[in-house]
């Protein structure tokens, strides 16, 4: 990895380690990008591995061949204050997953089920386009079905689902995974689709502290998150599942509306992270790497 990449990963991480990485839904500023935001190819690249799942239902034919992805406003979904960030995105994504290989990807344990499968769609390229202008619609080359759950577990120890698609994936790479477990303060990026929005990248963020099955961080991360890559920043291999974690929005009486949760002095839990190697075990079970 290049040195302006790394550097921009890093960017204001080590602030953050002598902080102490105090949990909170938004760690200070809001360190989430849109991919065209984003200064460094690389990584730019890798959240093209990234899918949006969406329910059938929302994501209809066109007569263009392609699909059409209607929503509501981020802001009209949530009742939000006006002034929150991406309020007018739009926001489609009930969960994140990202691309494993083959016609395989991952998500969290708790996003998908077998029972579930047939109503899901997985979308590429749900993001804002370069002229900031909205992803109302999906070519019909990155839009997919759930055709299988071939390995899922769902407690509070792991977190994790892999879906067969219903074809191999065509122009989008497999995300490297990571053979290495975390240490506290290892730097992190997340990309994914928070409170449904189109994707965005989130670094600036490390590893809290470490347990058995999962780790705990200080991901700037909401509600569609989950199922998002988490990455090591210095090695953009992917080191977890993001899962769970704070509040992600209060009330705020004063003006009506409802705005994003800002925890201050240690008073939030952290967002916890199924570690990645549950799901190369579940690769390995099911024959993927003899493929």
Known sequence: MTKSVLAWLLLGTSTALAAGYQPKVIYGNDDRY???????????????????????????????????????SYGEQGRLCRDERFFDQPAAASCS????????????????????????????????????????????????????????????????????????????RPLALSRKGVQANDPLVVIGHPAGLPTK???????????????????????????????????????????RGERDFVYDSARSCTMSNRCQDGACRGEDVTHIKYVGEALERIGFFRR
């Open 34 to 72: 849109d991919v065209n935001e984003v200064p460094v190819s690389l990584v730019r690249e890798v959240a093209d591995s990234t899918l949006a799942m969406i329910r059938v239902s929302g994501v209809q034919p066109n007569a263009q061949g392609g699909f059409d992805i209607p929503s509501r």
């Open 201 to 243: 990248v989130a670094p600036n963020a490390g590893v809290r502290r470490v347990m058995p099955e999962y780790f705990v961080a200080n991901l700037d991360t909401y509600g569609g998150n989950s199922g998002s890559a988490v990455f090591d920043a210095r090695t953009l291999e992917v080191v977890g599942i993001l899962v």
């Open 97 to 172: 997953a990202f691309y494993l290989g083959a016609d395989l990807i991952a998500t969290a344990g708790h996003c998908i089920q077998e029972s579930t499968c047939a109503r899901e769609a997985f979308v590429f390229g749900y993001r804002m386009g370069n002229d900031g202008s909205a992803p109302m619609t999906a070519s019909a080359n990155d839009v997919y079905r759930c055709k299988a759950v071939v390995a899922r577990e769902f407690t509070r120890a792991q977190d994790y689902a892999i879906v067969q698609l219903d074809r191999p994936v065509v122009g989008h």
